[in-house]
């Protein structure tokens, strides 16, 4: 019976994190935590919504130009997938638009000018560059606090990660 | 047709990058330390009805603390520049 009930957990906390993991605040509803939800994917949704608008689909979701903010992106999978398969769509019509198979190498010089030029005006340059790679990177690790969260709410039947901290607290305050 | 050119609009600003007004890049700090605070603040409390004068507090904590940070660094730059 004891057995069978770890094994529910188990299931409930695989399933809140990967629900998490697909979109911020989703394994919170799915636990029934319907204001956690909603500030979970405001507080995560909004900065990758931004980032990406401003860093543009191209190179925002791209792990041959930015592996490291892809990497950090993967926390928000159900959005960092799709923005990866728009980007690469989008490197294919670059490549078309200048008649290329695939992306010249520096070496020589007229494709890879003709490459930039077109790549250009999907491109972001600084300042909006970086304000969007720090935007992206921060939705992505949040989104990891999360399904922390998620996992820990569906493991302890609803506390936070962090409910040491909040149970000695409600100890020291009495209540 | 709304949620159509809505839809459109959005994947118009994710395809062609957004420019930020001269002046916002600093602005752009206060939005994700607000969405920093508000996760922060999430994962340490039972429902979301205790959230919002800690979310305030820790969003008071992270912007005080990074302008502390700013005017430190701006006088060692204006030692280093007097000293050095």
């Known amino acids: 019976m004891t057995v069978a009930r770890e094994g529910d957990k188990t299931a409930r906390a695989i399933g809140a994190g990967l629900l998490t993991w697909i979109l911020p605040g989703a394994g919170h509803l799915w636990l029934g935590h319907r204001g956690l939800a909603l500030v979970f994917f405001a507080a995560i949704s909004l900065p990758y919504g931004v980032g990406m608008a401003l860093g543009g689909l191209l190179d925002s979701a791209n792990p041959r130009t930015n592996p490291w903010l892809c990497l950090a992106e993967v926390g928000v999978g159900g959005y960092t997938i799709p923005a990866y398969v728009?980007?690469?769509s989008l490197e294919r019509r670059v490549l078309q638009e200048v008649g290329l198979r695939a992306p010249p190498d520096q070496a020589f010089r007229d494709d890879y000018g003709r490459y930039m030029e077109a790549r250009a005006k999907y491109m972001s340059f600084y300042p909006e560059s970086d304000v969007a790679q720090i935007y992206l990177a921060t939705a992505g690790l949040l989104n990891l606090l999360a399904i922390l969260d998620a996992i820990s709410r569906a493991q302890t039947g609803g506390l936070p990660t962090y409910h040491r901290e909040l149970l000695a607290a409600q100890r020291e305050g009495g209540t | 047709m709304t949620g159509l050119t809505g839809a459109l609009t959005i994947a118009t600003w994710l395809v062609q990058p957004l420019h930020?007004?001269?002046?916002?890049?600093?602005?752009?700090?206060?939005p994700l330390v607000a969405c920093v605070a508000a996760v922060y603040?999430?994962?340490?409390?039972?429902?979301?009805?205790?959230?919002?004068?800690a979310t305030v507090r820790t969003f008071l904590s992270i912007v005080v603390g990074m302008a502390l940070i700013a005017v430190a660094f701006y006088v060692v730059h204006l030692a280093a520049r007097r000293f050095f």
């Open chain 2, 20 to 30: 930020l007004p001269t002046g916002a890049r600093l602005w752009m700090l206060l």
């Open chain 1, 86 to 88: 728009a980007s690469q």
């Open chain 2, 41 to 53: 603040r999430a994962t340490r409390v039972r429902t979301a009805g205790e959230m919002p004068w």
